[in-house]
């Protein structure tokens, strides 16, 4: 089975690539094919790999290519993790927020408008070549703003394809953690959307405890990082449930807005400076161990969903996994078309999200208005549209206002990240 990794350059192919050598049985796995556009990531990530691979005796073939073609011709899964110029453009997204008052951050508020914008594009070129050279393909997207793409991806790639992110993943496992027991004995009611989603239910070996933990967390107590517990015990006990690590932009906005800006650094700029550790790695023959380095980059566990959502369908067997799909009923009052991050069974027959109770008016009204402002986006990226991209960025909940909404599309125009149709 061919594997084809769109991106291969990224500083995160290392952990994927660690979690493909580890199961290349149970993949059945006989080439992993790296692309990028850059030779100047692809070479020296594509030496580490075959070195990783070398060293684990793995029997399988590693390759890189400059051609998109070439690399997904054939393919089984297309794993999707590209970043749409580089980091120099997530330094924009970041930083051009700031200077209206606006939240900086590459997958939510203006700055995710951006870079979605500029990345649905390139998605759907890759759809376009998985489409006349892979038929059939899975398309595994990790690229963010994972959300938004995978909905531009299936409703408009004409490919099967799956959105993956690690933070439902990174929930659980931190959750178990916190709690003693194993990752497996622990599973979670986890819904909402991509980087705006909640823990609802927990449950140990088929028991529910989540009342006791809610409860716990509400008067201050229980478990410290079930997970990241800086929100305050009161808005445990407001909207019952545990909201992911990405919430605190939109129930700290303010709070997060004036950190970013007294730093008077993005991260785009650190992760550049991580980048050049890492790759004076990945460049030296003499290495061949995952770094511990990529730690630092909130990389952690997506070789792990990426593996166990490959295996799941390439299997009879159905596996419960926390996904980007598209909605079918899942979540009450979303459009049937509208990619949200549910629980799916995963197998040979497809992805299949599983019903969700509704979720309630303390969390469903952000949910709503993020899910309109996330398809005005796709709208906007597939039509160049003007207007759509105002009507985007005015619905989204981080930016609302028309004058910022104005300011940030105008600065996305000078800097070429927006490009209306003439």
């Known amino acids: 089975m061919k594997i084809a990794v769109v991106g291969g350059g990224s500083k995160h192919t290392p952990e994927l690539f660690e979690g493909l050598v ?10 992993v094919v790296l692309h990028d556009i850059d030779p100047s990531r692809l070479d020296p990530v594509h030496g580490f790999c075959r070195r ?13 290519t400059l051609d998109l073609a070439d690399a997904v011709a054939g393919a089984t899964f297309v794993v999707t993790q590209v970043r749409v110029g580089g980091q120099q453009a997530r330094h924009r997204d970041e930083s051009m927020p700031l200077r209206h008052g606006l939240l900086g951050q590459e997958t939510t508020g203006a700055g995710g408008f951006a870079k979605a914008v500029r990345t649905i594009p390139a998605i759907l070129e890759v ?20 959300g938004i793409v995978t909905e ?6 004409g490919v099967r394809g799956v959105g993956l992110c690690n933070i439902p993943i990174t929930m659980r496992l931190e959750a178990a953690a916190a709690l003693g027991l194993d990752a497996d004995a622990v599973e979670l009611d986890y819904a909402g959307l991509n980087h705006l989603g909640w823990v609802r239910g927990i449950r140990i070996g088929g028991e529910d405890v989540t009342g006791p933990i ?7 107590g229980g478990p410290r990082n079930v997970p990241d517990m800086d929100f305050g015990p009161d808005l445990f006990g407001a909207i019952r449930a545990v909201p992911s690590p990405y919430l605190r932009y939109f129930y700290a906005t303010e709070e997060v807005v004036s950190e970013l800006a007294a730093r008077g650094r993005t991260r785009a700029q650190d992760v550049m400076d991580l980048e050049e550790r890492l790759f004076a790695i990945y460049r030296d023959p003499a290495q061949h161990e995952k770094p511990a380095l990529l730690a630092e980059r909130g990389g952690a566990w997506y070789s792990r969903v990426a593996v166990s959502v490959m295996l799941g369908l390439l ?10 799909t598209l909605n079918r009923g899942a979540i009450p009052g979303l459009p049937d ?3 949200v991050e549910v629980p799916a069974e995963v197998s040979r027959a497809g992805v299949r999200p599983l ?68």
Request: hydrophobic share 55%; glycine share 4%; proline share 6%.
């Open 22 to 31: 580890a199961n290349a049985a149970a993949l059945a796995v006989s080439e």
């Open 214 to 220: 809610l409860a716990a967390l509400a008067s201050g």
């Open 52 to 64: 990783m691979a070398d060293h684990a005796g793995a029997r399988f073939a590693t390759i890189s």
């Open 315 to 324: 299997s009879d067997a159905p596996r419960r996994e926390v996904v980007n």
């Open 127 to 146: 759809a376009a070549a998985v489409r006349a050279h892979a038929p059939g393909a899975w398309v595994v997207n990790f690229t963010n703003p994972s």
């Open 152 to 157: 531009a991806l299936l409703r408009h790639g």
């Open 355 to 422: 019903p969700v109770e509704p979720l309630p008016e303390e969390v469903f009204g952000l949910v709503r208005q993020v899910k309109s402002y996330e398809r005005l986006t796709v709208e906007a990226a597939m039509t160049r549209s003007r207007a759509k991209a105002l009507a985007a960025l005015l619905a989204n909940p981080l930016v609302r206002t028309l004058s910022k909404a104005r300011a940030v599309l105008a600065d996305m125009e000078a800097a070429g990240d927006f490009v209306p149709a003439s």
């Open 337 to 339: 078309d509208a990619a």
